[in-house]
């Protein structure tokens, strides 16, 4: 992933050496040695001792395996574990559309990723501890049951996950029925393509509350997420907010919280 000059990789295997450069050919005690990991300390931080191309002063990852692939910093994908990332990362541009309680939903479209030498990018749905995640048509989200957990019709390999929770509706007469919710998620690259649902586990990301994620390729992707509740009557399931202003409520949309997020991780 990195180039090194001709001139440090003279460099190098001369400190591999012992810190004399020769000629090929030219040692006493038979051909020239290869260049690789050394416990000579004559060249300092100009050795490179795991001999990955970065010289130690500058490698972050000393013991790097032998023939891995590494960073500007000489650190292989194995030597690494996904780190947070403060918003927006990677130069992208982040565009919101929509509402999540709405016909249509939310889409938020994420264009121009900068990868530079990133080995792996993850987006991982409802992660930040600070923020309910879920959805409420009586008030706050104050109710564990408010909160999204995934349904079995998920369909992660195929980029859609489905969540499910249960809530109330306040209405005029001062009731609150029981209703419902639905979370729907799904994930594309840049070119429409579904992209892999899984859980944080598998992906390796070390989360904060985040439970499922995707691992992202390319510059690009776009989320759409649509919440919904069933009506208790006739099954059906509309718009939460559809839903709520249709119903015979104090005030159009007065009391529903809806609440979701992305995190970035990468390494």
């Known amino acids: 992933m990195i180039g090194v000059a001709p001139a440090l990789l003279a460099l190098v295997a001369a400190c591999a050496r ?11 005690n038979g051909p020239a040695d290869a260049p690789g990991p050394t416990a000579d300390a004559s060249c300092g931080n100009l050795c490179d001792r795991d001999g990955d191309g970065i010289v130690d002063g500058s490698d972050h990852c000393p013991n790097t395996p032998a023939g891995a692939i590494v960073n500007q910093v000489g650190c292989a994908d194995s030597q690494l574990t996904p ?3 403060p918003f927006p990362p990677f130069g992208l541009t982040w565009t919101p559309t929509g509402d999540p309680g709405k016909a249509g939903g939310l889409t938020w479209t994420y ?21 309910p995640c879920g959805l409420s048509l009586d008030g706050p989200i104050d109710d564990p049951a408010e909160a999204w ?12 996950l489905i969540f499910i929770n249960s809530t109330h509706i306040l209405l005029a007469d001062a009731t609150s029925p029981a209703l419902a919710g639905r979370m729907t998620v799904t994930i594309v690259d840049a070119s429409n393509a579904p992209l892999h649902f899984a ?3 598998m992906l ?13 390729p390319g510059t690009g992707y776009v989320v759409t997420v649509v919440m919904e509740v069933q009506d208790p009557t006739s099954l059906a399931w509309t718009a939460a907010k559809d839903y709520y202003d249709a119903a015979p409520t104090p005030m159009a949309g007065g009391t529903v919280t809806s609440s979701f997020g992305g995190s970035f991780y990468a390494k």
């Open 111 to 131: 264009t121009g990723i900068q990868r530079k030498d990133l080995f792996h990018i993850y987006w991982l749905i409802c992660d930040d501890p600070a923020t």
């Open 204 to 216: 390796g990301v070390p989360p904060r509350t985040g439970q499922y994620g995707a691992e992202i």
């Open 149 to 160: 957990h995934e349904s079995p019709d998920s369909d992660l390999p195929n980029g859609k």
């Open 199 to 201: 859980p944080v586990a």
């Open 83 to 85: 780190m947070l990332q």
């Open 18 to 28: 012992g810190g004399q450069a020769q000629p090929a050919g030219d040692d006493a």
